[in-house]
């Protein structure tokens, strides 16, 4: 996998929010992929919990000033970026007065989700994808970690379809247990088909719960990695029946393991 690149895309990354199985996971296997000679990038969403100056995050004025699309309304987009200390690793932060000032990550104070974090989530999927765009960076692998980086699988293999830049790249969804009370907005899918129009993928999510989230994303993936030991039996058998490879949760060999699966999808272009 030596420079080969790969791009992690997750809804959470330490140090800029707290440490949790998907955050953890996340940060590792982008390090260790950094440590073997692999060109990485990483993105997640700038909450407005994370500390700009603690972490030195500074604006990329030629990156920042497109403004993206979401319902048929236009949302400028900001792009921030920091490095890792210790690792020089580079981390993009895909942000958005409207959407990501409020300081806190998914839920209120109450534990009530966002009424917006359908939109939100459709916006960190087009931030991302534009801005890998301006940077011409091609990636081998996208590895996608999180329900709020879910919806990239289903934008860039439906919506960016055509995107040079992604024709060789294979997308790897980790899945957690880390589940949502309820659902997202009901709107969501019909938000996503300002884009998609009557796309049939969008049946998936019409019921926005965690479990439709994630299978869209495995539906629209080349590989999936179970990021935690526990997964639900439905989604396990949605899994099956997809037949893509499948790397089971790993608790031992995690770096070697998360490297193999790398190299043996990349091996398949």
Avoid at 73 to 94: G, H, N, T, W
Avoid at 109 to 121: G, H, K, Q, S, V
Avoid at 198 to 218: F, R, V, Y
């Amino acid at each position: 996998m030596k420079d080969k690149r790969i791009l992690f895309v997750s809804s959470e990354v330490v140090p800029y929010l707290p440490e949790t199985e998907l955050s953890s996971t996340a940060f590792n296997a982008a390090k260790n992929a950094h440590s073997k000679g692999v060109q990485t990038r990483i993105f997640m969403p700038r909450f407005g919990v994370i500390n700009e100056r603690r972490h030195q995050l500074h604006e990329v004025i030629r990156l920042s000033g497109m403004n993206l699309v979401v319902n048929d309304m236009d949302m400028p987009l900001i792009i921030k970026v920091a490095s890792i200390p210790k690792e020089r690793m580079q981390v993009y932060f895909i942000d958005n007065e409207e959407y990501f000032k409020r300081k806190a990550v998914f839920s209120d104070e109450d534990e009530t989700l966002f009424p917006d974090n359908d939109e939100r989530a459709i916006f960190f999927a087009k931030g991302v994808i534009e801005t890998v765009k301006k940077l011409n960076w091609a990636p081998d692998i996208i590895h996608v970690h999180g329900w709020m980086a879910s919806l990239l699988p289903l934008y860039l293999r439906e919506f960016y379809n055509e995107e040079p830049l992604f024709t060789e790249s294979k997308i790897v969804t980790s899945i957690y247990n880390n589940p949502f009370e309820g659902t997202l907005n009901e709107k969501l899918a019909d938000k996503v088909k300002f884009d998609l129009k009557e796309n049939q993928k969008i049946a998936t999510i019409n019921t926005p719960n965690h479990t439709n989230i994630l299978k869209s994303a495995i539906e629209n993936s080349d590989a999936v990695i179970h990021g935690s030991e526990d997964i639900s039996d439905e989604i396990t058998s949605f899994i099956e029946e997809k037949e893509i490879p499948v790397l089971g949760f790993q608790e031992e060999n995690f770096k070697e393991s998360y490297l193999n699966f790398y190299t043996d999808l990349v091996s398949e272009n």
